[in-house]
């Protein structure tokens, strides 16, 4: 039976016929662009063992193996493959996701931010999306059939469009009655001031002639100043530090005006009791007209120029003193291939319009922000008030996969996994997995 081999020798030539004939890697295409979904990303692979047993119980039946050829042939297209092929259908869904937000044509959502006591409503662009059942069952299929190794698969997609703009919620958002800032200490409380902002309705929605046109449109906000302001308490206020982290940046005069520019703008952020942080709320579009440089970014795995080029490192400084100061990360996304300025699972991504950087505070005090780029390093702190049962938290990362540079000045590639450890009183009291990462090579 099967040329005599037993069931182990059996399985042996399988693997051996399997690693010789696959690849570790699919690789997709759109357009111009490629992409390469590692295996080890989805956790997929084929259950020799069972699948083994289930073409020798068949072959006592038929006498239908031949060869090694045959046998895997018989493996791949004869039997029902399923029990023999196995995956983690979330991380394949995480992967889509991830793939979906690297294609270049995304869809802008509309969307608002205040600029120079203006309401500014830009109404966003169509864009692309992935037809996810179609790949799923591209992908999975050829998973199956060691046909694979040397095909280039095209993404299948499909046009997105913005959501309808809501007017009425932009303006729950964004109105807000006059409050005046106050604290205590003893015991401690602690009110953010806020200035009262409106905006009228009934214009907006006179003017405003439809989504996906790519269209900005501006109006007078309304304002009414508190009279008093956080401002006017100094960092007595916010009297413990509750975490701060650093990362060195490269002496380039365009590029390190874009780090200052971001960094001014979240400096001094106050965050209350279960506020959300939004980095491309606060900080805006990364445009000339705001300031903004060409500087260096990864574009399509190569080095281009953009206006705004550095920023992610910003992006990314915060969300190392976010995770330290124990708040609750709500949107994060790693780079398409790692930067320099960090380790494996330790960076954050932004892209305005489509892609943000958000924490919450989950603190019962409110947090402030303090961020500056100087002396080479770019630092972000985050100050408040400690409490009895405070804990210390950081990022471990466990590095899957290794892959080699594909040209002398391009960078590895890594399949990682990061984890938010907790530790009280040095003692690790929670280990949560919060990612799995994957950079490519190039």
């Not at 068949?58 to 039997?79: E, Q």
């Not at 002396?375 to 400690?386: N, Q």
Request: net charge negative; charged share 25%.
């Amino acid at each position: 039976m099967f040329l005599g081999m037993t069931k182990k020798e059996a399985k042996a030539a399988v693997q051996k016929y399997l690693d010789e004939n696959t690849s570790d890697h699919l690789t997709f295409s759109f357009k111009n662009y490629q992409f390469d979904a590692e295996v080890e990303q989805f956790e997929a692979k084929f259950d020799i063992d069972s699948a083994v047993e289930e073409a020798y119980q068949l072959a006592r039946n038929k006498n239908v193996i031949g060869n090694v050829k045959d046998y895997v042939s018989l493996l791949m297209h004869t039997i029902d493959i399923e029990p023999s092929f196995v995956y983690n259908d979330n991380a394949l869904n995480d992967y889509i996701d991830f793939l979906e937000v690297s294609l270049p044509e995304q869809v802008e959502q509309p969307g608002y931010y205040v600029e120079d006591d203006e309401l500014v409503i830009t109404t966003g662009s169509n864009g692309v999306g992935i037809e996810r059942d179609d790949l799923k069952e591209i992908l999975l299929s050829s998973l199956q059939d060691v046909t694979y190794k040397s095909q280039v698969f095209v993404i299948p997609t499909f046009t997105t469009y913005p959501e309808s703009l809501d007017v009425g919620l932009i303006r729950e958002e964004l109105y807000k009655p006059m409050v005046n800032a106050s604290y205590t200490t003893n015991p401690y409380s602690f009110v953010v001031e806020e200035t009262g902002v409106d905006f009228s309705v009934d214009e907006v929605m006179n003017t405003i002639a439809g989504v996906g046109t790519n269209e900005e449109y501006r109006f007078d906000l309304i304002y009414t100043e508190p009279e008093v302001k956080v401002s006017d308490f100094g960092m007595d206020a916010f009297p413990d530090l509750l975490a701060t982290y650093r990362t060195a940046y490269v002496n380039n005069a365009d590029r390190t005006t874009n780090l200052r520019i971001a960094a001014s703008k979240m400096n001094g952020t106050v965050i209350v009791p279960g506020g959300t942080f939004s980095f491309n709320s606060v900080v805006g579009p990364r445009t000339k007209s705001r300031g903004y440089k060409d500087a260096a970014i990864y574009s399509d795995g190569t080095v281009v120029n953009d206006t705004g080029g550095g920023i992610c490192q910003v992006v990314t400084t915060l969300y190392n003193a976010a995770i330290k100061a124990n708040m609750d990360i709500t949107e994060r996304r790693n780079h398409s291939f790692l930067p320099s300025y960090a380790e494996p699972g330790y960076d954050a991504t932004v892209v305005y319009g489509s892609q943000d950087f958000k924490f919450k505070n989950s603190r019962d005090y409110p947090v402030k922000i303090v961020a500056s780029v100087q002396g080479g390093y770019c630092t972000v702190s985050i100050y408040g008030l400690k409490t009895d049962n405070e804990v210390d938290v950081s990022i471990e990362t466990n590095i899957i996969k290794t892959m080699k540079k594909k040209t002398s000045g391009g960078s590895t590639g890594y399949v990682v996994d990061s984890f938010r450890v907790v530790r009280q009183n040095g003692v690790v009291i929670s280990r949560e997995k919060i990612s799995r990462d994957t950079y490519s090579a190039h």
